[in-house]
């Protein structure tokens, strides 16, 4: 069965700062892995989806890498701003499934 | 963009009551999905449709059925509503095959009193 896991659970940093978002899964045959942003009492949006064949996708700020050998993936979020404050989820999908982490909630401070 | 609607925000309804949580999706994606999400327990899948008039269980069907008349639209029906089905319920849709993403709609916090 697969399993994901996001660290950490919260974050909390600086306005401007580059982080990285870690997500790990423990079966290395999936499709893909896609990452969302959650805001709070609302639904997901879908940031970046990588195929198993990538190794990196890029949108704006946002840059999402895989390496399934390991079952790793990591979201890099470049000059953080407050509006980036989110619950962030990895999902993997295996399958007929969809299989999600905790998340890791995102605070940026002014 | 593909857009996924649910049609309520915030539901309040009383335990015993029927209850629909429709879903509507604008792309003609084939695949849909019923998701509950609660703090510690993560997302949850309910039930799925691979086409219209298909359906399969996901994970935690039971207290739950569902709806898929036509391609766009598909339902989740709570036959007699309990106070643990209290939750975030969110609805997805995606085409068929290995490349494609999920698209979630903006979600329905139900509340069972």
Known sequence: KQEVTQIPAALSVPEGENLVLNCSFTDSAIYNLQWFRQDPGKGLTSLLLIQSSQREQTSGRLNASLDKSSGRSTLYIAASQPGDSATYLCAVRGGSRLTFGEGTQLTVNP | ?113
């Open chain 2, 1 to 113: 963009d593909v857009k996924v609607t649910q049609s309520s925000r915030y539901l309040v309804k009383r335990t015993g009551e029927k209850v629909f949580l429709e879903c509507v999706q604008d792309m003609d994606h084939e695949n849909m999905f019923w998701y509950r999400q609660d703090p510690g327990l993560g997302l949850r899948l309910i039930y799925f449709s691979y086409d219209v008039k298909m359906k399969e269980k996901g994970d935690i069907p039971e207290g739950y059925s569902v709806s898929r008349e036509k391609k766009e639209r598909f339902s989740l029906i709570l036959e007699s509503a309990s106070t643990n089905q209290t939750s975030m319920y969110l609805c997805a849709s995606r085409r068929p095959g290995t490349n494609y993403g999920y698209t979630f709609g903006s979600g329905t916090r139900l509340t069972v009193v």
